[in-house]
């Protein structure tokens, strides 16, 4: 595992970049030049000791030796052991419904955008909790399990969308049921479980497993993305816009999010239902029932002792630098003689 400590110093490589295309400007004027002067087969026999190759290994070295300075002030650290560490906090899940009506634009920019916002920064308020994400449409898959690394369920995060899912449709039953998994047990920690949907639902079994959810101590929260009113879901094929779905009698499917559901959901599962299309209300009333929840302690593991690395660069670069100073244009006799590239002529 490793640490990058200062990143802003990778700005620097500009710099390498405009000294490569400075060498190459001057190169080529040179190039033009001798053209200009004397033919170039007449200027190989007054100058034999020349080497083109040289000029351009000795700027490879420079640019080597800058870049190893460059990555030395980046100071990278690697960390040398895991070790068992304690943290409080609590287990929180998010169940995000990815199915296609998800993609309605009854508010904007769409509800599945507005459902990842919520979760975000939702995310950005958590102390040493500890995060997973499930996403379900006809059936429900795991994103990322439980973890302590929020920055990395942010990346999942984005990437959540209904091509993941192959079966469409709305099941809230089987994200239950997934979700009852996801948790560790033996920690006995705080158990949040937060669904985030439009409320449609394909199967009609969800409540049965929401009595086992709360029988472990598991409470569910609801989010409600949508409008009554709701709206047609656009049908998309990478960034080409093909229109709206429609129906065996091609008339276009308007999609409405349906709350009772979700307050079933929330009511059963000892939580709250809380209607999402105002995402920092809505955030602002997940942080405040977080973090009145009771922490607890539990185990995770980390590297530890990171140990600074820029030393190894800085010699390095000094190396690369060294040979640049002390490596002369001419030909190298020894290498000349061997005529690895057939260069002498009869």
Do not use: C
Not at 204 to 221: E, F, H, P, Q
Request: no cysteine.
């Amino acid at each position: 595992m490793y640490q990058l400590e200062e990143k802003t110093y990778f700005t620097y490589f500009i710099a390498i970049a405009l000294l490569l295309v400075a060498y190459l400007l001057v190169f080529l004027w040179k190039k033009k030049k001798q053209k200009q002067f004397a033919d170039l087969d007449l200027l190989d026999k007054l100058s034999p000791e020349r080497s083109n190759f040289k000029s351009v290994l000795k700027i490879i070295m420079v640019v080597l030796g800058l870049s190893a300075l460059i990555i030395a002030l980046v100071n990278p650290k690697m960390g040398t052991k895991l070790k068992k560490i304690k943290r409080e906090g609590v287990d929180i899940v998010f169940a995000l419904d990815v199915s296609k009506s998800m993609l309605a634009q009854d508010i904007a920019p769409s509800r599945l955008a507005k459902a990842k916002q919520i979760i975000s920064k939702t995310i950005d308020k958590l102390g040493s909790d500890r995060v997973g994400i499930i996403i379900y449409a006809g059936n429900a898959y795991p994103l990322l399990p439980i973890t302590t690394d929020q920055a990395a369920a942010k990346m999942f995060l984005q990437n959540a969308s209904p091509d993941m899912v192959s079966s469409q449709g709305t099941a809230i039953n089987e994200a239950l049921r997934l979700a009852k998994t996801y948790y560790d047990n033996e920690e006995q920690t705080n158990k949040f479980l937060i669904l985030i949907s439009d409320g449609e639902d394909h199967d009609d079994s969800g409540n049965l497993l929401i009595d086992d959810l709360a029988k472990d101590g598991i409470k569910v929260y609801t989010i409600g993305v949508g409008t009554a009113k709701g709206g047609p879901i656009p049908m998309k094929m990478g960034n080409s816009f093909l229109g709206y779905k429609k129906d065996r009698k091609g008339e276009v499917v308007i999609t409405q999010m349906h709350d009772d559901i979700l307050k079933k959901i929330a009511n059963e599962g000892n939580g709250k239902y809380l209607y999402g299309n105002h995402t920092q209300k809505t955030v602002d009333a997940i942080a405040e029932v977080l973090n009145s929840a009771q922490k607890k302690e539990f185990e995770t593991k980390q590297f530890s002792d990171f140990k600074d690395q820029f030393q190894w660069f800085i010699a390095l670069g000094i190396l690369f630098l060294l040979f640049d100073i002390f490596m002369l244009e001419r030909k190298t006799k020894w290498i000349q003689k061997l005529n690895l590239f057939n260069e002498k002529k009869d």
